[in-house]
Every structure is written in C-alpha cells, then in structure tokens.
C-alpha cells in the first residue's frame, strides 16, 4: 500500500487495507448467504462507484442470484415529487423479487432516499441496501442500509471503486483526504 497517494491538488492518506475489505465483504456475502438461500435475489449495482465491491460481493456467493447494473439519473421533480432519481439501464422486471441495492457509500443518504421509490413503485417482493460505506455523521435522509462493510467518520474517501473526479478507483486499498 502506498504512502500516500497525489490525485489533483488533493493527498490522500492509507485508511483501510485491502485485506481488511476483503474479510468484511467476505461476511458480508455470507449472511447474505444464509438470509437469501432459496430467494435468488436479484442485486442491483449502482454505477460507477460500486463495481469493484459488487464483484467481491457477488463471487462470495453461493447462493443462485442474479446481478445488473443500473446508473442513476438524477432531475428535479414537480413540487409534490421534489428530488426525483430515476435508473438507467434497468430491464428486469423487479415485481415479486428480492433486490439487493449494492452502492458504494450512503454520504447524506439523498441519492438512494429519492431512488428508493422508483424501486418499489416496480413492487418487489423486498428491497434491501448493501454498502460498502456509509458516514453516520453526514446523513440527512432517511435511509438505512441492511448490510455495511464499514462506517466512516465524514471525510473523503478513495480508491476500491470511489474516485475523486474520476481517479483512484482502480487502487486496491481505501485512502483517506489528509
Ligand atoms: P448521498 O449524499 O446522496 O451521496 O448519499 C452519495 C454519493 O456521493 C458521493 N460520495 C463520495 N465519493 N468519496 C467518494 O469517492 C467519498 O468520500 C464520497 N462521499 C460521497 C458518491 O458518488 C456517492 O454515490
Ligand atoms: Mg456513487
């Protein structure tokens, strides 16, 4: 793991070790094991930031599930719908599933608390929230995630997926703004 790590203007310190992610997501993919067995859930990957956690969750798998990707589109609604975000790229029929919506960090919980009700406006059977990152002391919306690898204190992060203006996600451990 680097010493530190130049994107930009910006420094970014070490924070969590790949290891360290690697055994959260690993019990993470096994509740998810014992709580879906026979419920072949369908996860849905919310891009760009969640691709690297999604593809560690889904191979700790050993359960029949599916997984597709959506992105979100974010827009301002009339005054009675507020903040609406709809996905792009979404297929399947969601009525009478089990969704798993795998993000890579709930910040102020905005973007998932107004993409939620698209979800269940398709009437899955259950919806539930698997991140890999969530900062309690930032959330402002109502949301709460079923599964969480790790909860950080409210400063940037990057790497293991999360960039900064489009860098970093490729590095294998997760750096903390200086
Ligand atoms: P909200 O506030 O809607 O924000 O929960 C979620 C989105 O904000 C971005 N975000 C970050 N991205 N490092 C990042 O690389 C961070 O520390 C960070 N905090 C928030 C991210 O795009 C996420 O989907
Ligand atoms: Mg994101």
């Known amino acids: 793991m680097a010493d530190s790590v130049s994107i930009y203007d910006k420094t970014f310190v070490p924070f969590i070790k790949k290891d360290a992610i690697a055994s959260r997501v690993k019990e993470i993919a096994s509740a998810i094991n014992t709580a879906y067995k026979d419920k072949n859930p ?67 919980g905005k973007t998932l608390s107004a993409f939620l009700p698209e979800i269940y406006n398709r009437q899955p059977a259950s919806v539930a929230i698997a991140v890999f990152l969530t900062k309690p002391g930032a959330l402002k919306y109502d949301v709460k995630a079923d599964y969480t690898a790790f909860e950080i204190e409210d400063k940037f992060v990057v790497g293991y997926g999360l960039d900064y203006d489009g860098y970093g996600r490729n590095l294998p451990d997760l750096y903390q703004l200086a």
């Open 42 to 108: 369908l996860f849905l990957g919310i891009l760009n930031g969640s691709f690297i956690f999604a593809a560690d969750l889904f191979r700790g798998l050993s359960i029949d599930a599916e997984i597709s990707f959506i992105k979100l589109a974010s827009y301002k609604g009339t005054s009675t719908t507020g903040h609406v975000v709809t996905a792009i790229g979404l297929e399947e029929s969601l009525k009478g599933r089990h969704i798993i919506i795998i993000e890579d960090i709930i910040d102020t």
